[in-house]
């Protein structure tokens, strides 16, 4: 349910013309979350470019308004997040996102700001800092996904060697990939895993020769979603 009426940080009212898009929250999340497990020491310039992605004034991304200690705070707190986007359990899943919202989350106020449309703020007020927003904007989006869905929608890419979380949130089958790429590098990896087991099964002379050719098919195509 990432829709337009998403959390953004902001220092200073103004701007004119209206962004009618507004922010993304919980893609957000996961761009970060996803980037910092990936690069756990992920620079000041590659957050602030991130941040930029997602809607935030160039004003705030300066490296006076976004130091290195801000960015480290953001890091940490990207980390935190991603226990919780790694959590499939839905009750473990509620439980973590309350602690968070008990502890970073004020009350809910609607803000316009920079030329976006009006949208929710749930920090501690304009100067709180970055890990606390980005804490309680966080935490409160995968909340809303979670009772909207009724079901954890989002998680850890399953394809080997991927640090991403996906956020999948459309109809059909619950999703298990961040991308259309690691959905069929996983499923060509497993249609030749089963032919290797198939052909130490029969004996030499049934595994893969070099003459196979591996088809797109396969059980383990990304779900829609």
Request: charged share 25%.
């Amino acid at each position: 349910m990432d829709t337009a009426d998403g959390y953004g940080r902001h220092r200073r009212p103004g701007g004119s013309a209206v962004n009618k898009q507004g922010f993304q929250p919980a893609q957000r999340l996961i761009d970060i979350a996803s980037a910092v497990r990936t690069t756990p020491d992920l620079s000041r310039a590659a957050l602030a470019e991130l941040l930029a992605r997602h809607g935030e004034s160039p004003d705030d991304l300066t490296e006076a308004a976004f130091s290195e200690e801000d960015a480290r705070e953001l890091r940490e707190a990207a980390d935190r997040m991603s226990g919780i986007l790694a959590e499939a359990d839905i009750d473990r899943a509620a439980l973590a996102l309350n602690g968070v919202l008990a502890r970073h989350a004020a009350a809910p106020r609607l803000s316009r700001h920079d030329g976006h449309a009006w949208h929710l703020h749930v920090d501690h007020g304009d100067d709180a800092g970055w890990g606390d927003w980005f804490l309680a904007a966080g935490a409160l989006a995968l909340a809303q996904i979670l009772t909207e869905h009724g079901r954890v929608t989002w998680g850890a890419c399953e394809a080997s060697n991927c640090g991403n979380f996906y956020l999948g949130t459309g109809p059909g089958s619950p999703r298990r990939y961040c991308s259309p790429t690691c959905a069929s590098r996983a499923r060509v990896a497993a249609h030749r895993r089963r032919r290797r087991e198939a052909g130490s099964a029969d004996g030499p002379g049934h595994a893969d020769g070099p003459g196979s050719v591996d088809g797109p098919g396969g059980a383990d195509g990304p779900p829609a979603g």
